[in-house]
């Protein structure tokens, strides 16, 4: 039994899954961690084969799978052939940049409430990148974007914005792309819903976990540097924005009342985005 099991996703993306694992040497030994990689596009020579491992994790397996049902159906295998009692679902296209993996463990066999927690994520240029949200909704989802536009374009609401984030606190949902989750309240909530390919499924998870009387938090302990845009994502089949309004569609259809659902979908069909 591990205290800690991360599961990391491959889909064509192996030279950023190499800088993953060439980071987690910042970490120091963890003897009691393994890592799962479920590789989505297996190929010969097998993915375990090309790529070079750290040294301080207690184990590391590559488990091939080539029916590729999505990022959360791939984190739910990766999840059941785990056995610690934390799980960290974390993206290819991050870096270990710095902070304490063990500080949040702790918090988290600490406090038996805390379903999940989401540690801090910068870009390349070193600026704080929003990784949790209110729960998706007509009106936060449109708050979100425009706050990440205005910061993008005037640095003096960006500082604002993280001085404002940049702390410990309890959010509604935090990304799965790096994801701490109690193993036990991930699966007391039946894991990932497996009917989203990608986009929506975390927000999905958290969702179910505040259900089930947990809470969920961002706590800013360790830092991972996030090279977004350079992961499996990236390479969507059917592309990203047809994928990503399909997962909204069944986010509202799922947890939102009758009237929120036909403006979504109004929307939707006005503005040329409704999936086919």
């Not at 425009?146 to 993008?152: C, D, F, P, V």
């Not at 374009?153 to 792309?177: M, N, S």
């Not at 977004?228 to 309004?245: A, F, I, N, Q």
Request: aromatic residues 12%; glycine residues 10%; charged residues 20%.
């Amino acid at each position: 039994m591990f205290k800690l099991s991360i599961v990391t996703i491959h889909y064509h993306c192996e030279e950023v899954l190499q800088q993953l694992l060439d980071s987690a040497v910042s970490l120091g030994p963890l003897p009691e961690a393994e890592w799962i990689i479920i590789d989505h596009s297996p190929a010969r020579p097998p993915l375990d084969k090309r790529l070079k491992f750290p040294a301080n994790i207690g184990s590391i397996r590559v488990i091939e799978n080539a029916e590729n049902k999505g990022f959360g159906s791939g984190c739910n295998l990766g999840a059941k052939n785990s056995s610690g009692n934390i799980i960290f679902f974390l993206n290819p296209d991050c870096c270990f940049q710095g902070g304490h993996i063990s500080t949040i463990i702790d918090n988290l066999q600490r406090d038996g409430c805390i379903g999940a927690l989401n540690p801090k994520m910068i870009t390349p240029q070193g600026v704080f990148e929003f990784s949790f949200a209110a729960f998706p909704g007509l009106c936060s989802e449109a708050r979100v974007k425009l706050e990440k536009r205005l910061s993008a374009a005037f640095p003096v609401i960006r500082r604002i914005l993280e001085r404002r984030f940049d702390g410990k606190r309890w959010v509604d949902w935090v990304t799965g792309g790096a994801m701490f989750v109690r193993r036990e309240a991930f699966f007391k909530v039946g894991g990932f819903d497996e009917g989203y390919f990608i986009y929506f499924e975390d927000a999905d998870l958290c969702r179910r976990l505040h259900l089930a009387g947990f809470k969920v938090g961002f706590d800013p302990s360790l830092t991972l540097l996030h090279n977004h845009g350079h992961g499996g994502s990236t390479k969507v089949p059917g592309g990203k924005s047809t994928v990503y309004r399909q997962s909204q569609i069944r986010y509202y259809e799922k947890h939102k009342n009758p009237l929120l659902r036909i403006l979504l979908a109004i929307y939707l069909k006005l503005s040329g985005k409704y999936p086919k």
